[in-house]
């Protein structure tokens, strides 16, 4: 099909090279790459002459005569802008043209590219390719339509690890778009797996997200909020989608067909309300486990056409594979956090001339647990040992490395050593692991008889003095490096601590706040008006409460140390 090409013709010639390359004639090669195509194309040379063109062209223009496509390609020529246009009309089709020209061979040139040069053509214009493809078929209109919506919902449903919002972004995606309303409710977290298909019975589901239109918020304040549980009763759409694990379309036309579909009165009394005729429940589902149901309804008239159904279909999968991405995180981060709970035991019961409450946070950005740990170790001779430690890094590795580093720490400190001695041997041992994190640690070793304590630090934040009637004190310590790195080098400090004065240690998820110098962040905990007197657990309310921890970046670690006056 097509004009025979001429030896000399650069359309010709270069497919007969890349066909000579490939081991094959060209006929075969134009077969295997554009024969059958899904759209027309046709191959020209440097004066617009037809040099080939598949069974779609021929099919969408009803013809092959080099002549006609000639006269189509030089109309397309004319009204050529950033190089698409619409040209022609045969039959019911409507036809999108795009000329692509080709960059001459610096070694090769044709009549034809001369010809066209010399008519005020582009001199690089020697050969090119017209593309037609009928914008009017209906399944190519469907399939842009559905690759948008992915594209789209590819952006917007997912941004974060949290179910929560996961869900929430798609149901807003839905709306107003796809339906008038639009619910997600999902297995409540902890409930076991539930393979796809099997009965859902009596379990119920927990509502994450609900959205809908503006016309229909006051129907949206009595259905059931997010956080709260819903049951879909055996028969109802719902129901009858996850048992079957497909799409379940029904139209609400009489009040025999809400009983049907709905399970309860009361979402009957707010569909009847709202006008909602169409609905549509489809099962959210990943890896072969039910995560929960997506549920759409339509106002008026407008019905789930079987195209819409497929499409929302696709998007219910993704938007699920998103939901058990977010399900998976949130389930390890619980599990390290009951690890780390687990581990960071109350301290150990110091004197009872000290007084010592602690507390710890996680952080109220993320999910993600830490290092920090803290401890108190009981000495001869009235003497208690204060501990605050973080170590670098977040998840169960941290954790376990936490724990590890706390073992150590009291039996080195069984030897009762001095502070920046303790350090040193931690450091040293620590830094036999190659696999091991640095961490920061602050010890402080505390003689009520002598009204004094003992500092060391490996490169933690320094610890606050508590005074009654006086500002909070910020007490500068000579700082060695982290433990684990086995620079070691650490020095202490003598300081005086009397009766009634708190000694407060914490971690850097206390301070620490994103685009803010450090030395800012302890000018903020410097100023606050912290409670010398009364328990110590108010005096930490107090300190949490101004610092606002839900900012927090990272895990909260505090330990307060009072001296008992006897």
């Not at 009204?451 to 005074?467: D, I, K, W, Y």
């Amino acid at each position: 099909m097509g004009a025979e090409v001429p030896p000399r013709d650069a359309v010709g010639a270069s497919m007969d090279a890349a066909a000579l390359a490939m081991g094959v004639n060209r006929d075969a090669l134009l077969s295997a790459l554009v024969t059958d195509l899904p759209f027309g194309v046709a191959l020209l040379d440097g004066q617009l002459a037809c040099q080939y063109v598949n069974e779609t062209f021929v099919r969408l223009t009803g013809t092959d005569d080099p002549r006609t496509i000639a006269a189509v390609a030089d109309a397309a020529h004319d009204v050529l802008q950033d190089g698409i246009a619409r040209v022609g009309d045969y039959g019911a089709a409507r036809l999108r043209v795009q000329r692509l020209d080709l960059e001459p061979d610096s070694a090769a040139s044709t009549e034809g590219a001369a010809s066209a040069e010399a008519e005020g053509a582009e001199a690089t214009a020697r050969a090119g390719v017209l593309v037609l493809a009928n914008v009017d078929d209906e399944e190519a209109v469907r399939t842009r339509a559905r690759l948008s919506l992915l594209t789209s919902a590819g952006a917007r449903i997912g941004t974060t690890l949290d179910i929560d919002t996961t869900c929430t972004e798609l149901a807003r995606f839905t709306v107003p778009t796809l339906a008038d309303l639009a619910a997600v409710d999902i297995l409540p977290p902890g409930a076991p797996d539930h393979r796809l298909g099997a009965p859902l019975g009596s379990a119920r589901l927990l509502r994450a997200a609900v959205a809908g239109t503006p016309e229909l918020h006051p129907q949206l304040a009595t259905l059931a909020h997010p956080g709260e549980t819903v049951r879909h009763r055996d028969g109802s759409a719902v129901a009858r989608s996850l048992a079957a694990a497909k799409p379940v379309a029904v139209t609400l036309r009489t009040e025999e067909d809400l009983a049907v579909a709905l399970s309860d009165e009361h979402s009957r009394s707010v569909f009847r309300a709202a006008g909602i005729a169409a609905m549509l429940a489809l099962p959210l589902s990943a890896r072969g486990h039910l995560l929960g149901a997506l549920v759409l309804a339509r106002a008026g008239e407008r019905e789930f056409s079987d195209a819409e159904i497929a499409m929302i279909e696709d998007l219910a999968d993704r938007a699920a594979l998103s939901i058990d991405n977010a399900r998976r995180y949130m389930r390890s981060q619980g599990i390290a956090l009951e690890l780390q709970r687990a581990l960071l035991a109350e301290p150990a019961n110091p004197h009872p001339n000290l007084e010592i409450a602690c507390r710890y946070l996680p952080s109220g950005t993320s999910s993600v647990v830490g290092g920090d740990w803290y401890e108190t170790v009981r000495l001869p001779f009235g003497r208690t040992l204060l501990v605050i430690g973080d170590v670098m890094g977040h998840g169960v590795e941290a954790a376990v490395d936490m724990s590890t580093y706390r073992s150590m720490l009291r039996y080195v400190a069984g030897a009762d050593l001095p502070p920046h001695r303790i350090l040193r041997q931690l450091d040293s041992l620590i830094s036999e692991n190659e696999a091991a994190r640095p961490a920061t640690c602050l010890l402080a070793l505390l003689e009520p008889s002598r009204n004094r304590v003992t500092f060391s630090s490996a490169g933690h934040l320094p610890p606050a003095l508590v005074t009654p009637g006086r500002p909070t004190e910020l007490l500068a310590l000579p700082s060695g490096p982290p433990l684990g790195t086995g620079v070691g080098g650490y020095e202490h400090l003598v300081r005086e601590l009397l009766p009634g004065q708190v000694l407060l240690l914490y971690t850097d998820g206390l301070v620490e706040r994103r685009h803010e110098d450090i030395d800012v962040s302890l000018e903020r905990l410097a100023a606050l008006p912290l409670p010398a007197a009364g328990e110590l657990d108010d005096l930490l309310d107090a300190v949490l409460h101004s610092s606002d921890p839900a900012q927090a970046e990272d895990d909260i670690a505090l330990l307060a140390a009072r001296v008992v006056q006897r």
